[in-house]
């Protein structure tokens, strides 16, 4: 079954840059999303389709995918940012949904 | 306003069985995949199966497949998540939530239930 590798955690200072990676074989040449999800609530979609933002999303969150690894960058980093992301795609071979194991996001 | 409303927490028994819904507003039902999604205790988000509602086609985890059954009412335009044996281990917040837009199961969760919370305990 296809599996996705999330760093556990990722630390960043307040107005930084931070990137969670989402490794996969070939991950590429799938679509990735990636979800937000704070304590004690519903995960959020925060990027689909590897870049593309839902409305309501701030413009500091974007994403890449290429090779083997997904990318989700939040640029200037805010307190309110502290929270679970979870990458996610939809293996056509399986016909299954896979989630990554999730990246805790610590603003320092 | 498309919604997904959750029916509440509940406390079981090991061994009790269990339905819980999802119940979809403001989207045409019968058109969207709906997945479920669990949730243990201070861990990751664990995709469990999903269902169009429209032909009730159902595709489930291997690490879920014969454990729960997913189905859904397109009459009152509600999902359901089923167990016949509660375990112990079955303590977990439970997620529904749609796959938007129109290339169904490719396309992310867009919308999501506020969760179903399940405390199986002796």
């Known amino acids: 079954s296809y599996v996705l590798t999330q760093p556990p955690s990722v630390s960043v200072a307040p107005g930084q840059t931070a990137r969670i990676t989402c490794g996969g074989n070939n991950i590429g040449s799938k679509s990735v999303h990636w979800y937000q999800q704070k304590p004690g609530q519903a995960p959020v979609l925060a990027v689909y389709a590897d870049s593309d933002r839902p409305s309501g999303i701030p413009e500091r969150f974007s994403g890449s995918n290429s090779g083997n690894t997904a990318t989700l960058t939040i640029s200037r980093v805010e307190a309110g940012d502290e929270a679970d992301y979870y990458c996610q795609v ?19 | 306003e498309v919604q997904l409303v959750q029916s509440g927490a509940e406390v079981k028994k090991p061994g009790e069985s269990l339905k819980i819904s999802c119940k979809g507003s ?22 469990m199966g999903f269902i169009y509602p429209g032909n009730s086609d159902t595709r489930y985890s291997p690490s879920f497949q014969g454990q729960v059954t997913i189905s859904a009412d397109t009459s009152i335009n509600t999902a359901y998540l089923q167990w016949s044996s509660l375990e112990a281990s ?9 796959h938007g837009g129109n290339s169904g199961r490719r396309n992310p969760y867009d ?5 179903t919370l399940v405390t199986v305990s002796s």
């Open chain 1, 90 to 108: 939809w293996d056509s071979s399986s016909d299954h949904v896979v989630f990554g194991g999730g990246t805790k996001l610590t603003v320092l």
């Open chain 2, 26 to 47: 403001g989207f045409s039902f019968t058109n969207y995949w709906i997945g479920w999604v669990r949730q243990m205790p201070g861990k990751g988000l664990q995709w």
């Open chain 2, 111 to 115: 919308y999501w239930g506020q969760g």
């Open chain 2, 90 to 98: 079955d303590t977990a917040m439970y997620f529904c939530a749609r």
